[in-house]
């Protein structure tokens, strides 16, 4: 069961963190606010969108980049209001942040993006 007592599909695999793990992971999340040094961010975990991000990232610094972009779907989530776009639209957008992306990303870097079927 989940928290909000909806039965999980027999084939997921989401993990439930306890309160005690939850905080633990919480304390290495930052966000930062200005042009941030290696050392200030090594071994953290930056949580936050990349529009506001990625300009302040050192070159060559990230190992892992995980994003969860909007599944071009119209949609309202957690009061935010989201209009499918065409799928070049949506293609030029995806490309507008994951290009600004490459400078960022470590030679070795591993990349997931969420999506949909289509995408």
């Not at 966000?31 to 050392?39: D, F, K, N, T």
């Not at 119209?74 to 490459?102: A, D």
């Amino acid at each position: 069961m989940t928290e909000k007592g909806k039965k999980r599909a027999p084939t997921n695999r989401t993990i439930t963190l306890t309160k005690p793990e939850q905080q633990s992971y919480r304390s290495s999340l930052i966000q930062i606010s200005e042009p941030a040094a290696l050392q200030e961010i090594i071994d953290r975990t930056v949580c936050q969108d990349v529009f506001e991000v990625v300009d302040w990232l050192p070159d060559c610094s990230v190992d892992l980049l995980f994003a969860d972009p909007p599944y071009n779907l119209s949609k309202s989530f957690n009061n935010h209001s989201f209009t499918q776009l065409s799928l070049l639209e949506y293609e030029q957008w995806l490309v507008s942040w994951l290009g600004k992306l490459v400078r960022v990303l470590k030679p070795t870097a591993s990349i997931y993006i969420c999506g949909d079927w289509r995408f």
